[in-house]
Every structure is written in structure tokens, then in C-alpha cells.
């Protein structure tokens, strides 16, 4: 999950080495997509095992970014070559936030269907899903605009 985040909303603006192509987190998420799309329709038994690979990738994503996920290398492998360069590259904290915070609906929903109360685990996908849209449709991130929004919070001067 990413946006693209001007210099002037990130803590601090992002090198070229460490910048990600915002393209790779929209990547990410349009694959998020269609497997938390998957959770929603699948058996429980299935959507339990799902979503516990979700929450697995998301950990991954938050522990040491998203960059160094199986879709990013996906991304960079396959789908990069065939674009034009990038023109912006983005603040890699804010999509890796997000990374958390997709771990924490894809905990609560794999919590759900393990305690038997599937409601509880497609409500957490749900939410989930349409934070994934957001980003692969329209490159916004709900996670990373939180993560701006703490970072304004916490850093305010007076």
C-alpha cells in the first residue's frame, strides 16, 4: 500500500537510493487485492489459510519493507523493465506503516476465522480490500496518508 508523498508532506524527503518507484507499492496492492478478493469468496477453511499467507506477506512488508517483498521482486523483475522510467520516487516509511497496518486487519481476520467467527474475518478482509483498491486503482494509501497524519501529529513545533 502506497501514495506518492510530496517532499514538503514527508518528514524528510526521500534519496534516490532509498526512493521506491511508486508504482512497485501500487503493484503490491493490485496483488493484495486479488487475494484478499479471494479470502472473501473462498471456503472458510481456505480463506483462513489465505489470509494467513496475507498476514505473512504483511509482516514481511512491515519488518523490512515493501520493497523487499516477493511482489516487489515481482515488480522489479517483470513489470519495471517494460515501464518508462519513473519520474518521483516515494518516502519508503510511509508504505511500509502501511504494511502494518494491513498486518493488523489480516491478525484480526485470520483471529476471526480461527476463533470461529467468520463475520468477524471477512469484515477485517473487507476493510482490508478496499484499502488495497484504493491504492491499486487510485495510488491512494490509506496507511501511508495515517502515517503523514502521525507524523504531523507528533511532530508538531511550537
Not at 17 to 33: I, Y
Amino acid at each position: 500500500m502506497s501514495t506518492t508523498t510530496p517532499a514538503h508532506h514527508a518528514p524528510a524527503a526521500p534519496t534516490a537510493q532509498a526512493g521506491l518507484d511508486p508504482r512497485g507499492p501500487q503493484f503490491t496492492a493490485a496483488v493484495t487485492a486479488v487475494v484478499l478478493l479471494a479470502v472473501l469468496v473462498l471456503p472458510t477453511t481456505a480463506a483462513t489459510v489465505l489470509v494467513a499467507v496475507q498476514a505473512a506477506l504483511f509482516a514481511l512488508g512491515a519488518a523490512r519493507g515493501v520493497q523487499h517483498t516477493p511482489t516487489a521482486y515481482v515488480f522489479r523483475r517483470l513489470v519495471r523493465p517494460r515501464l518508462s522510467a519513473s519520474d518521483e520516487l516515494e518516502d519508503p516509511r510511509p508504505p511500509r506503516f502501511a504494511q502494518a497496518v494491513g498486518l493488523a486487519f489480516a491478525l484480526t481476520a485470520l483471529v476471526g476465522f480461527l476463533a470461529g467467527t467468520p463475520v468477524v474475518g471477512l469484515v477485517a478482509t473487507g476493510f482490508a480490500l478496499v484499502a488495497a483498491l484504493l491504492n491499486a486503482l487510485f495510488r491512494f494509501c490509506l496507511g501511508c496518508e495515517l502515517y503523514l497524519l502521525l507524523q504531523r501529529a507528533t511532530h508538531r513545533t511550537a
